[in-house]
């Protein structure tokens, strides 16, 4: 069985930065896709970043300020997160195993989901 689980959100002041961690256990395609998505209220699931075999892509909103990188010895995904803006608030998400093809930030082509981790950015 699979189990996604993200840990290292919380609440930082405009300017900060956060590391966010992505641990999948039971999936051995470590070279799969990993991503982060969010969520903001009342807003739809965006992707944020994503990291694969190949490299990696980030939504613009992001590019510059958030990092995604991976141990594929510990089948984890990370995200650095700096200079946070009071837009960058929300549930943030790990998807693994990219199940169809097409755009990376759909959020319907991922199979496996955490549960979601709160950022919080503070003016």
């Known amino acids: 069985q699979v189990h996604v689980a993200e840990s290292g959100g919380g609440s930082v002041q405009v300017g900060g930065s956060l590391r966010l961690s992505c641990e999948v256990s039971?999936?051995?395609?470590?070279?799969?896709?990993m991503a982060w998505f969010r969520q903001a209220p009342g807003k739809e699931r965006e992707g944020v970043a994503v990291i694969y075999s190949g490299g990696a892509n980030y939504a613009d909103s992001v590019k510059g300020r958030f990092t995604i990188s991976r141990d594929n010895a510990k089948n984890t995904a990370y995200l650095q997160m700096t200079n946070l803006k009071p837009e960058d608030t929300a549930v943030y998400y790990c998807a693994a195993y990219k199940a169809s093809a097409g755009a990376w930030s759909v959020a319907d082509f991922y199979k496996y989901w955490g549960q979601g981790t709160q950022v919080t950015v503070s003016s």
């Open positions: 039971g999936y051995s395609r470590t070279n799969g896709f």
